[in-house]
């Protein structure tokens, strides 16, 4: 861990008084150093973080962290509290405090400081070194291991330790897997070790916060307990000796497990993610039961796909068509968001007429605003344009694997030859893995079995898929499609204001999981062909999933003794993802109270998706929130209604839990001590 703290990014007498504080006194040290070029930037993303999940170890450590663009650098800033700061563990305040900044973009770099420091801080002699240092110096050195005697548990075990094990936000808790020293052998029973994988459409919010939930619990239960994130930025394997040593499996995930084949013949439990975060503990509790029955999955082979294998676990064909579909919305979503916002730059400082510019290949200005916006336009339509064929080809990956990604690419594209668009992708997409699922079950000789993924399987699928998109289904899905794109252009009236209430619904019913995602999805198949129709879907679309989050940081404002103390640090970074259109910013309050919050969020919704669509509002970028206002259709009336329902929504939700009966608790409140209110009253 060199380079990553100096002696003047440590405080050893840190007298700030809360998280929040503690952060700020830290990132100042990092901002003297060059390292951090904006402090509120970067203060508001490690709040953003803390929002999520609060980061605090038990024996007595908190791990703020974030990846920021406001980072120059991976760095590491420590802080000890002799009165202690509340980091949300469940045995204390913490008196070590380390912050821990990424550039943006920066996984690799986030995960091994992660993954590293965890280490360490598993071991006693090095948490008990750095209590009793006395100079910032000896403690910089001690954390980045320049001392030979400081931590010879955490380096022994530095080059046996999973590196993939330990993402971003899961190692609260988790034992990166089996310890490698011979002092294990004292141990009279070894534990229950258990490996999960936790994955969501974006991975961005579900799948941290089941992983940190899954941690939180396996500790409890006294089990080792590894989780692998995966998400839409990609996944770092488990390492096969820690899978392989697993007593037990668990899957939350709403998008298909990458390499499932590595936990084959184990038990296992596969839910949806937010099985993970809602309910860990009866999860940790299942795969034993299933462990002492002897109860396992299928052993792997070489034919079936790996929805087959999920198949067999119990999920219907309605559970394995979603994650079949939300596999492929999940890696179109860089593509739209990148795409469309860098076509809306374009029309924002071009005009609508940027679009019939000729080629910047051919004619670029450097002088001319008309020549940059064309730029834009062009690399963004180029972007977008892969939109199709990389949901087609997901589809098909989350169906069969890499043998699906050729026949569903070019099913992909086919389905843009012929027109048949967004429904001619999801269509391609699901033919192609059907296809190769039937290849696969082909048995061929041993001499031909060495060819087939290469070689028979991508040749015959493409060809089935091209024949069958040309020539029998392309032209009845690009009617279809024509006909889609002509309805959303004629909506007015009462047509438009229902759909409006109905997408709001969808947005906020789950707060990100899947119904959330194909409303969106809907939204952004309009704009591959945009008409006035399909951009007021894509404005009502935004506009209700902003709802939920911005609500919630509104009634923890107002009504702040209705909720608890961590329930309302979450509010406040609940108005930065709530104007980022980052609807799971909502899902704490929904997870910690869900019959109150989840209905009141369907109500804002609906109210908020009716009134964009009643004033007409249109929208052509696909992600933002008001970030992109300036390239909103109808902006004041946009605001107005996000607004409404915002207010709806936080007024409904203070409204149920102000008539909660005295001395019924929550789950949520429960816990929270009396003193509590004297703060909010003060």
């Not at 497990?257 to 975060?277: E, I, L, M, N, Y």
């Not at 963004?380 to 043998?403: E, K, Q, S, T």
Request: proline share 7%.
């Amino acid at each position: 861990m060199s380079e990553l703290i100096t002696a003047e990014l440590v405080d050893l007498d840190l007298s700030a008084g809360s998280k929040e504080a503690a952060a700020r006194s830290l990132a100042e040290r990092m901002a003297a150093r060059g390292r951090v070029t904006d402090l509120e930037g970067f203060l508001a993303d490690v709040a953003a973080r803390e929002a999520q999940m609060p980061t605090g170890l038990d024996g007595g450590i908190g791990i703020p962290h974030c990846r920021s663009a406001h980072v120059t650098e991976p760095t590491l800033a420590f802080g000890r509290s002799a009165a202690g700061i509340d980091f949300g563990a469940a045995d204390g305040p913490a008196d070590l405090i380390f912050l821990i900044a990424a550039p943006a973009g920066g996984d690799a770099d986030h995960l091994s400081i992660l993954s590293t420091l965890a280490r360490h801080l598993m071991d006693e002699q090095f948490t008990g070194a750095l209590r009793a240092a006395d100079d910032p110096a000896a403690a910089a050195a001690l954390i980045r291991g320049d001392e030979p005697d400081a931590a010879p548990a955490a380096e022994a075990d530095s080059d046996s330790a999973p590196e993939a094990v330990a993402e971003p936000d899961a190692v609260s808790g988790v034992k990166a897997g089996p310890a490698a020293g011979p002092q294990d052998t004292a141990v009279p029973a070894a534990p229950f070790k258990i490996v999960a994988v936790t994955s969501c459409p974006t991975g961005i919010a579900h799948t941290y916060m089941a992983a940190e939930a899954l941690a939180k619990a396996g500790k409890e239960a006294g089990v080792e307990l590894v989780v692998e994130t995966q998400g839409s930025a990609g996944f770092r394997r488990l390492d096969p000796e820690t899978v392989a040593a697993a007593d037990g499996v668990i899957f939350a995930h709403d998008v298909e497990v990458r390499d499932k084949a590595r936990f084959a013949g184990k038990p296992t439990v596969d839910v949806g993610v937010k099985a993970g975060v809602n309910r860990p503990a009866e999860l940790i509790a299942e795969v034993r039961e299933k462990a002492a029955r002897g109860d396992v999955s299928a052993p792997a082979t070489a034919g079936p796909a790996p929805m087959d294998r999920d198949g067999e676990a119990g999920d219907g064909f309605g559970t394995r068509l979603r994650k079949w579909l939300m596999t492929g919305v999940s890696y179109m979503v860089p593509f739209v968001a990148a795409g469309g916002l860098l076509i809306a730059l374009a029309f924002a400082i071009g005009g609508y007429g940027i679009n019939k510019a000729p080629s910047v290949a051919e004619h670029f200005v450097w002088t001319e605003s008309a020549s940059w916006a064309a730029l834009l336009f062009q690399i963004g339509n180029v972007a977008f344009g892969f939109l199709v064929p990389i949901l087609a080809g997901f589809i098909a990956y989350g169906m069969a694997d890499r043998p699906g990604l050729v026949p569903g690419f070019v099913g992909g594209a086919i389905a843009l030859t012929v027109n048949a668009g967004f429904l001619g992708g999801l269509i391609a997409g699901l033919i192609a893995g059907a296809v190769v699922m039937a290849v696969q079950r082909v048995r061929v000789p041993p001499a031909l079995r060495g060819i087939m993924p290469v070689v028979v399987i991508p040749l015959i699928s493409s060809a089935v898929v091209g024949f069958l998109m040309f020539l029998v289904v392309g032209k009845p899905v690009a009617a279809l499609q024509k006909a889609l794109t002509d309805w959303l252009s004629g909506l007015s009236g009462a047509n438009a204001v229902i759909l409006g209430l109905v997408l709001g619904l969808m947005m906020t019913f789950d707060l990100g999981g899947p119904l959330n995602k194909v409303a969106y999805a809907f939204a952004v198949g309009g704009l591959a062909n945009p008409n006035d129709g399909s951009l007021k879907v894509m404005a009502a679309v935004m506009a209700a999933g902003m709802v939920p989050p911005l609500a919630m940081a509104l009634a923890t404002t107002v009504r702040g003794r209705l909720f608890t103390r961590t329930e309302r640090e979450n509010g406040k970074a609940a108005w930065v993802l709530g104007a980022s259109f980052i609807t799971e910013g909502a899902i704490p309050f929904a997870a910690a109270d869900p019959l109150r919050v989840i209905p009141s969020a369907m109500a804002g919704g609906a109210v908020t998706g009716a009134l964009s669509m009643a004033f007409g509002c249109t929208l052509r970028a696909p992600h933002g929130g008001v970030f992109v206002v300036p390239l909103i259709g109808q902006p004041l009336l946009y605001l107005v209604a996000v607004l409404a329902g915002t207010a709806v929504t936080a007024a409904l939700v203070v409204l149920l839990k102000g008539l909660r009966k005295t001395g019924e608790p929550t789950p949520a409140a429960a816990p929270e001590p009396a003193a509590e209110a004297a703060p909010v009253a003060a």
